[in-house]
């Protein structure tokens, strides 16, 4: 479900949660509560105190991306508005589309942030220069 559209091509959702006496329960589906086929997913964990990820775009690549403990703070830029988004709950994730630079920083201790991605690793998906990124916006406008 849809919580805010942060940029065309970004925008913030909540998961369906299963509570029961035992604890909570997401469940996550390809194409259906995710809105693309899931080809990889990695996550980050032990990050180091005032460590910083990301610092790309993908040409191609959808993420959508949980924080199932802990919390971090991802900055979104689509070369015309950035944002920034705090996860800190694992009922809630960021989508994130093609052409959308991200930066993540402040993880709490014992975050775990995971990423459900849409294609497998290929280093030539990314935009790993903001200049570069720039540019290459500029000549297409956000999907």
């Not at 942060?6 to 469940?27: F, K, S, T, Y």
């Not at 830029?77 to 989508?95: C, G, N, Q, Y």
């Not at 294609?119 to 220069?129: C, H, L, M, S, V």
Request: net charge negative.
């Amino acid at each position: 479900m849809l919580i805010e559209q942060i940029l065309p091509n970004c925008a913030l959702h909540a998961h369906r949660v299963v509570e029961d006496q035992r604890g909570c329960l997401v469940a996550l589906e390809s194409e259906a509560d995710v809105p693309f086929r899931i080809e990889r997913v990695y996550y980050l964990f032990d990050t180091a105190r005032g460590a910083t990820r990301g610092f790309h775009a993908h040409r191609e690549l959808q993420q959508w991306a949980v924080c199932v403990a802990g919390a971090c703070t991802i900055t979104v830029d689509d070369a015309s508005e950035r944002r920034t988004v705090t996860l800190d709950t694992p009922d809630k994730a960021l989508h994130i589309g093609p052409g959308v630079w991200r930066e993540m920083r402040d993880f709490a201790p014992g975050s775990v942030l995971m990423v459900l991605a849409s294609q497998p690793y290929n280093e030539a998906d990314y935009i790993r220069d903001f200049d570069e990124f720039v540019a290459s916006r500029r000549a297409k406008p956000p999907q």
